[in-house]
């Protein structure tokens, strides 16, 4: 069993969660969370409207999935994510010792 945690922006939430509408995942929660990374603190449109991004809101997706699923899961979420630009979010994967 594996644990995948990904962090994305708000607006591709909704299509990540739809791209995982049918896959096998045995749980899932969302959270709103904030954070920051490389960009660190610098002024950004962000639904036309500028602010400081010192915390930048995300949306985390947490699930657990088979370990024959992971790779399956993970494809899906990167195709829908990924637009190569700094801030798209990450991926972390971890093992599970037992799902009760």
């Known amino acids: ?39 660190k603190s610098y002024l950004d ?13 995300k949306v985390e997706i947490t699930m657990w999935v088979d370990d024959t699923r992971c790779d399956e899961i993970l494809e899906k979420i990167v195709s829908v994510a990924r637009s190569g630009r700094i801030g798209d979010g990450k991926i972390f994967v971890l093992p599970v010792g037992e799902f009760l």
């Open 45 to 57: 449109e962000y639904q036309e409207t500028e602010y400081s991004q010192a915390f930048v809101p």
């Open 1 to 39: 069993m594996k644990q995948i945690v990904t962090i994305v922006r708000p607006h591709l939430a909704e299509q990540v969660l739809k791209s995982l509408r049918l896959a096998p995942i045995e749980a899932l929660s969302v959270t709103e969370v904030k954070g920051y990374g490389r960009q």
